[in-house]
């Protein structure tokens, strides 16, 4: 069996299931079963946040699922935002609550209100946390695995600054965090300004993390905001300046979740099934003996293998399943997107050789016994490169210069398009093409006039189809 | 500020907070926040549990947090065991759900039609997994962190077995991992078999793992339920036997949670704070330069200790904080339960020394610079078995042989007690102490007469005030 990427919805779809990352079948829209495959590769990418967010001064928290409607309320912008998609819990037991709770769509409104404690003065900022926690939207649109979940696997890191500028400084220093995040997922990425009527409620201004699906759909795989002091003046986040004078915190987050699981999915699968960087692989390598007549010699060496490549710390699994044959190993394991085989058989064994062979590529290597574990560090770092820089290649090739509204449409991909910057004009943008303003790309000046009034301009609009 | 731990709750309310633990100031009754230090330990052991499980072949995975009516309500004891204490979700945005959800008390009744799926034949058993989530009980009675929440970090594993002696063997190794666990928490506990009318809602019955707290009362910290057929009939959880015949699983669960880290705190702390066993300690030993007049010096000579330290995988902390005294920080790492100590100065440099002071015992240790390395590794390793033992020796004094009922009132602790074992005398050993049979302990047998009827009997029970 194979499954065409072809139809890119439909392959999506299957292989999230097929591969053992999720089952689909709970009871409850919009929410799936993690399995254990599924959940190991999620593990190691929150890991990875973990050890970076650490290393660049945040610490990690763990805040309450439920927030009273009175602390929501508060900031009048984001209540509006959210207040369409919220999970509302109204009762405990038989009894009618006096407060109505709701399920944290994001942290902002429990946070907050901690931090009007912790903040005092300003020997307390910068103050930057992190989770990683369950959130809950009320979709009504079609749900889709990782990518449109009703519950949905969550990381958000919050900051509290002295003034505007180091609130700015934050937000370059998340992406130079992100920077080093997509290089170990292997995921091509363009960062883009939020247009004004699209950014984050209650945020001074948005900034997107885009990538690009094989479908053509863009999909936004993490964000950071600047909320200057819109949060901090309704929670009365102050803090003692050194001049003895009161001022409001400015702050800033930084958003990711399972999406990035969805955009690896996505990005680098193929017509086998997944293909999962080995920065991230739960199985960096797997063996598959092809024991021949030679069954228990040919055992003893793959334990062996397998023994010595624990040792250099590799995660390797030795697939000695009595009754499957090699080839449906080969299947099993392509399918779940594992991106080394080694294939050790009888005549190899002769030749004093493995057989390495690469998921992305599908190339067969053979390496001596003397020099297998160098070459196969070597080539799960060139994997790595290579999936990234062909993915890159790829998304590069669906971002097209168009430079009137009419050429929009056809676009498979990102429509980059002067705009004079006004609200008007991108609104008809939007509704001539039936597709959205993504945002404007944040390091790129070209000069042009806008599609629609025609005014010179150097602001570019990418519009597409958003996920 | 010491903290008396003779009033116990009032020094375990405080100490909670003190130590940066928890923040209570959430504005939501029986939900607290997780500071950075409080959550590092609560992860260490849940990093301990993922290692632990795995290894006894269980899976991780993660289930929705929301369950439906519907299912919640198959099986019937469970579902009136747990009615009064649910949240329920009721609306999603503005809109009334047509099927109201749940917030899991716990996860049978997500994960069961689950495994209903997944189960098909003989082959497919056992099947082992875990996961680590937050749980919600409406609880009505005054909460206390980590002990009684309304949202509790929660530790469950599910099995699924051809028969009942394959469950009863399961059940066995939950009480092998349960020991390495209670060694790596340094808990001392008793295990018991739970009273008929106590065992879990849809159990064929449930042992309970009990500690006892310094005020005497017991607190249950895991418990292990064997379910029979009781959830795979109602839930459909069938397979194909080698015979052909379908039959029913037979199914167990391990369940756990923070009330572990309320235990550490309330079992190990003193009047000066928490005393963290080094296993799971986030700082196992902490560097404090007592600078004098060399502060470049002794701070330049905590640095490179810092670095060897960290090479040989302790996990250290330098606290090189200008603006605070040594004695501040003694007493803020002291507060914090760091198990060691270690003091450098200009003294000590002379002779070639550190200092080294225990947290459990507080005797001060000099070593040489050249067996400073070994000394500490040997000091983590007593100062955690020393924690184990003088804990399990203040259990054992706190359980005491009665045989009258009048004479269990002044137990401050365990009344171990015969008892015939029928519910009514039960009952009326519960009615006269006002306090409850917290279960029968799986390993002591002892002939007497219940302390009601008179009727002769070996078996026990544990009478106590439980948390």
């Known amino acids: 069996m194979e499954f065409p990427k072809e139809n890119f919805s439909e392959w999506y779809n299957e292989v999230v299931e097929?591969?053992?990352l999720v089952d689909k079948r709970y009871p409850v829209k919009g929410m799936h079963v993690w399995r254990p495959y599924g959940w190991k590769i999620m593990q190691n990418i929150d890991n990875f946040f973990r050890e970076i967010f650490t290393r660049y001064g945040h610490d990690e928290v763990n805040f309450p699922l439920l927030i009273p409607e009175t602390e929501f309320q508060?900031?009048?912008e984001h209540i509006r935002g959210f207040e369409d998609e919220v999970f509302w819990v109204t009762h405990g037991g038989l009894?009618?609550?006096?407060?109505?709770?709701?399920?944290?769509?994001?942290s902002e409104t429990a946070m907050y209100p901690m931090f009007s404690l912790w903040?005092?003065?300003?020997?307390?900022?910068?103050?930057?946390i992190f989770q990683i926690v369950n959130i809950f939207r009320y979709e009504t649109k079609q749900t889709r695995t990782f990518i449109r979940m009703r519950e949905v696997h969550f990381f958000e890191a919050h900051t509290a600054h002295r003034t505007y500028e180091e609130a700015e400084e934050q937000i370059k220093e998340d992406i130079e965090i992100w920077k080093q995040i997509a290089k170990k997922l292997a995921l091509p990425y363009r960062i883009v300004k939020k247009a004004d009527w699209d950014?984050?409620?209650g945020a001074v201004y948005s900034l997107g993390v885009e990538t690009i699906m094989p479908s053509g759909r863009t999909l936004q795989i993490a964000t950071f905001h600047q909320y200057g002091q819109n949060f901090s003046k309704p929670y009365e986040i102050k803090y003692l300046k050194e001049d003895g004078e009161h001022e409001y915190a400015h702050q800033t987050t930084f958003g990711m979740s399972e999406r990035l699981l969805g955009a690896i999915v996505g990005i680098h699968g193929d017509d086998r099934g997944l293909i999962i960087p080995p920065e991230i692989a739960p199985i960096q390598v797997v063996i598959v003996p092809i024991v021949g007549s030679k069954k228990e010699e040919v055992l003893e060496e793959s334990r062996r293998i397998r023994d010595e490549l624990l040792r250099e710390g590799i995660r390797v699994h030795l697939d000695d399943r009595d009754n499957y044959t090699p080839g449906y190993k080969f299947y099993d394991w392509e399918l779940r997107g594992v991106p080394l085989r080694l294939e050790i058989g009888p005549r190899d064994m002769e030749k004093n050789q493995v057989v390495l062979v690469r998921r992305d590529t599908r190339e067969k290597i053979p390496a001596k016994r003397e020099e297998y574990v160098a070459r196969i560090k070597e080539l799960l770092g060139e994997i790595q490169e290579n999936l990234y820089a062909r993915a890159e290649e790829e998304m590069a090739k669906k971002i097209k210069e168009v430079s009137s509204i009419d050429d929009i449409g056809d676009v498979q991909g990102v429509a980059a398009v002067p705009w004079c910057g006004s609200e008007e004009c991108g609104h008809e943008i939007e509704d001539r093409t039936e597709k959205k303003i993504i945002g404007v790309p944040v390091d790129v000046k070209k000069k042009g006039r806008c599609v629609i009034c025609g005014k010179e301009t150097d602001t570019v609009a990418f519009v597409a189809k958003p996920y």
């Not at 009894?95 to 994001?106: G, M, Q, S």
């Not at 903040?119 to 930057?128: E, N, V």
């Open 18 to 20: 097929a591969a053992g």
């Open 74 to 76: 508060k900031e009048a």
């Open 95 to 106: 009894d009618e609550l006096d407060v109505k709770l709701i399920l944290r769509p994001t």
């Open 119 to 128: 903040i005092r003065s300003h020997a307390d900022l910068p103050l930057k």
């Open 199 to 201: 950014k984050f409620p």
